[in-house]
C-alpha cells in the first residue's frame, strides 16, 4: 500500500516536471532570438600636441642682436641692401629683408632719411649713387664732361656693371684710364676721337731722354720759372719738419735721489744697500 502511494507521488511529479518543462518550451519558440551585440573596442584617440615653442630661436636672437645693435651698424646694413638690390623698399620691407626696425628706431631712421648715399621719397627708400648713371652711353657722355679727369672712385656705385663698361669704354680706345701718382687711384680721361693726335718717334724719344732734377726743389723752380705754380712746397715742409724735430724742448732728468741719514730704512736686511753711505761715513 505504502509502496503503491510513493509511486503515483513519483507520477504526479513526473507529470509536474513534464508540464513545466513544455511550457519552458513554448515560451521559447514564440520569442524572437535576441541578436548577441558585438564589442566595438573604442578607437584610441590621438593625443594633441603640446604647445611648443619657436624651433627658430637662434634666428630670433640674431634678429635681436641687429635691433640692438650700434645705429651705424644698422644704417650699413640698409645701404648695403640697397645698394645690392638698387630698388625702392618701404620701411616693412627693410625690416623683412634686413631685420632692421626703422620704424621702431627713430635715430636708425632720422640717419637714413638724411644720408648722402640714401634718397627717401616719403614713402620709401632708395640708393642715391654721386652721379645718376644707367647704362655706358651715359658713363661716356658723363667722362666727357671731364676733360681733366674724374676719378673712378667716384663712377664705381652709378650702377652694377659700371666697371665692365668702364674697360670697355678703355677697349674701345673712346676713354684712358690712368693711375693718379699721389693717391694711385684710377682716373678715367675722356679720349675724343674728334682730335687724333699723332706724335712722332722722335719727339717721344726727345721727351724721354729730359732728365728732370732729383730734388723736389729744382723741380718747383723750373715750374715757377715757366709761369706754372707747383703742387706742392717743399721748403716750408722741410722747415715745419726741422721745427719739429729741433724745436721740442728735451726733458729735465729727474735728480737720482741719494740715501742719506735721514732716509726711512726699511730694508735692513740687505745691508749692501747702505755700503755707500757706510762709506761717507767713513771718510769724515
Not at 30 to 37: A, C, D, H, L, M
Not at 236 to 253: C, D, I, T
Request: glycine fraction near 2%; include cysteine; aromatic fraction near 6%.
Amino acid at each position: 500500500m505504502a509502496l503503491q502511494e510513493s509511486l503515483a507521488k513519483f507520477k504526479k511529479q513526473q507529470e509536474k516536471c513534464q508540464t513545466t518543462l513544455t511550457s519552458i518550451a513554448a515560451k521559447a519558440g514564440s520569442s524572437k532570438p535576441t541578436v548577441p551585440q558585438k564589442f566595438t573596442p573604442a578607437v584610441p584617440t590621438k593625443p594633441t600636441p603640446a604647445v611648443k615653442f619657436s624651433n627658430d630661436t637662434e634666428r630670433l636672437q640674431h634678429i635681436n642682436s641687429i635691433r640692438k645693435g650700434p645705429v651705424g651698424a644698422q644704417i650699413k646694413r640698409v645701404i648695403d641692401l640697397l645698394l645690392e638690390t638698387r630698388q625702392a623698399f618701404t620701411p616693412e620691407q627693410i625690416n623683412d629683408a634686413c631685420y632692421v626696425d626703422t620704424k621702431a628706431n627713430k635715430a636708425v631712421f632720422d640717419s637714413l632719411r638724411n644720408n648722402l648715399k640714401v634718397n627717401y621719397d616719403g614713402k620709401r627708400f632708395s640708393y642715391k649713387s654721386k652721379h645718376d648713371l644707367k647704362d655706358k652711353s651715359q658713363l661716356l657722355v658723363l667722362v666727357r664732361k671731364f676733360p681733366e679727369g674724374i676719378a673712378v672712385i667716384d663712377l664705381k656705385d652709378s650702377y652694377p656693371s659700371v666697371m665692365e663698361d668702364l674697360q670697355a669704354l678703355k677697349a674701345a680706345g673712346q676713354v684712358w684710364l690712368l693711375s693718379n701718382f699721389d693717391s694711385q687711384e684710377d682716373i678715367a680721361y675722356p679720349n675724343d676721337p674728334r682730335v687724333p693726335i699723332k706724335v712722332d718717334d722722335d719727339l717721344k724719344q726727345y721727351f724721354r731722354e729730359i732728365e728732370l732734377p732729383r730734388d723736389m726743389l729744382d723741380i718747383e723752380k723750373d715750374l715757377q720759372r715757366n709761369g706754372m705754380k707747383p703742387a706742392t712746397n717743399t721748403a716750408l715742409r722741410r722747415a715745419s719738419a726741422e721745427n719739429h724735430v729741433y724745436g721740442s724742448k728735451p726733458k729735465p732728468k729727474k735728480k737720482k735721489q741719494e740715501i742719506s741719514k735721514r732716509t726711512k730704512l726699511t730694508n735692513a736686511h740687505l745691508p749692501e744697500l747702505f755700503q755707500s753711505l757706510k762709506d761717507a761715513d767713513s771718510s769724515k
